[in-house]
């Protein structure tokens, strides 16, 4: 079965303290890894697509890495206003949908 | 920017009645999906569809679920019979390319049946 694991399930920081999450799948054909930012009671808001092993993307404080088992997502200096939970999705071969790992609450103290 | 926009922000349903749940996708996009999240879960698939078809269902859509795309910018979700169970957040989504491109939410419908 395919699936999506995210760690740790939550992370407390001080502002300023870098670290990183960690997604890891088990999947039959990764097509593409996703990276989604959610506030509270609001919808997931996209941050970054990766497709291959090897690559990378950046966005500010953030960065995504893709490599044939997991991906990292590595945030540097961190901000109070980053804080929300971090949410990974795979797309695979033959399906057409995204299967959402559990996501990572982060809390950034200032 | 272009967003998906979703009607109502929340709704509470007798146990038993019929909702309809209403979304905007963003005008260029030709993929759309709908998605739930129970209180405290994960993101869960419900449906995705494609050319005013379903292109995949999981194990929730059951009959009880329907999609519809009746003009060409809305974009529904009909529960006949609502569950208890069915009480959840409800996300729509659309992508512009191909399944495997990044899919842009919606803010949510609260569905809390009572």
């Known amino acids: 079965e395919d699936q999506v694991t995210q760690s740790p399930e939550a992370l407390r920081l001080q502002e300023g303290e870098s670290s990183s999450l960690n997604c890891s799948y088990t999947?039959?054909?990764?097509?593409?890894l996703f990276w989604y930012r959610q506030d509270p009671g609001k919808g997931p808001e996209f941050l970054f697509t990766l497709y291959s092993a090897g690559e990378e993307k950046e966005k500010e404080r953030l960065k995504a890495t893709l490599t044939k088992k997991e991906s990292f997502l590595h945030i540097t200096a961190p901000k109070p206003e980053d804080s929300a939970t971090y949410l990974c999705a795979v797309t695979i071969q033959g399906a057409q949908k995204l299967v959402f790992g559990q996501g990572t609450r982060l809390t950034i103290n200032p | 920017e272009p967003e998906v926009t979703q009607t109502p922000s929340h709704q509470v349903t007798q146990m038993g009645q019929e909702v309809i749940l209403r979304c905007v996708p963003i005008?260029?996009?030709?993929?759309f999906y709908w998605y739930r999240q129970i209180l405290g879960q994960k993101v869960e698939f419900l449906v995705s569809f494609y050319n005013n078809e379903i292109s995949e269902k999981s194990e929730i859509f059951d009959d009880q679920f329907s999609v519809e795309r009746p003009d060409g910018s809305n974009f529904t979700l009909k529960i006949r019979s609502t569950k208890l169970e069915d009480s959840a957040m409800y996300f729509c989504a659309s992508s512009r390319l191909s399944w495997n491109t990044e899919a842009f939410f919606g803010q949510g419908t609260r569905l809390t049946v009572v």
């Open positions: 999947v039959s054909g990764l097509r593409g």
């Open positions: 005008s260029n996009h030709l993929y």
